[in-house]
């Protein structure tokens, strides 16, 4: 059946316009704690199987491969009556990429949490943003306020590019991850300006 | 995050009820947002029971992935049924369709969401 735009409807007003960020990091870096200090609903979980890549295969009939799924934190924000700012905390590892190319796409960019004492956990997401041209920017947890190495080091140590903002950040305060995501909106809007 | 062995939280297996599929006629982002029309709260009552639950909780605007959370119905699952639900004129939603949206969003939309963000 077809839906006639024309049907009366009795809702008044626009559904809102959804946007979104992505915060990647390594495991128990504190992506939900991010989401969770700013998301006006307690972040919500949801399963995703790791099947999703084999896109147009009958999962139904491969009894067994969807015995794994990975779960996704998410957070909402309403940014006035007519826009939801949503953020999707996902696991870092390269074998959730299949997950972040439907994640991305149209998102205003990435938040990489950065653990200084375990570096090696965002590479895979510094990559992967890098390579296809997504808004990021590099935030360091600070753990009860202190951070093993100074952003100068972060910086050289993961190769991220002078033109990635890179900032301390606390994720269980608000007015923290606030500033994070807004040094990132501001970001891709700088980007978004630039000539092609 | 963490891989966790699938809870037996649905009583048949989750693709079962799109019959199969993996992917809707209307193909939608994850995040995009849906209301029930005055069709879907007027026959609501017919469908499925997953489907009613959908209408019962879009009745605020919620996105797919709320969906998914809330019912508990795996992202893709929830993706299919509410792909089907918006064609079908149950529910209503404001999102270009996800193969339009690889571009990231333009100049505009990102300044009301700087200044939403300012302003919380």
Redesign the interface.
Known sequence: ????RS?????SG???????IVVAGG?AVG??TFVGS?SEIEP???????T?HS???????EAGK?????????G??S??DD????L????GQDRFHFMWD??V?????AVVLVDTSRLEDCFSAVDYFESAGI?FVVAVNAFFGRIHHSLDDVRDALAIPASVPMMVTDARDRAAT?ST??EL??H??TR??APA | MNETPREDRLRVRPYALTGGRVRSSTELALETIVRVTSRGETNSHELATERRQICELCSDPTSIVEVSAHLRLPLGVARVLVGDMVTDGFLDCNATPAADQDSRPDLRLLERVLDGLQAL
Request: net charge positive; charged share 20%.
């Open positions: 059946m077809v839906f006639k049907e009366p409807a009795r809702k626009a559904v809102p316009i959804p946007v979104k495991y992506k939900t700013i919500l979980t949801t399963e995703a199987a790791l999703t896109q147009g295969v009958d999962i139904a009939g969807t015995s794994t799924t990975v779960a996704m934190d998410f909402r924000i940014l006035g826009l939801i700012l949503y999707f905390g996902t696991p439907d994640l796409r149209g998102a205003i960019g808004p606030k995501l807004l909106v501001q891709a809007l978004a300006s």
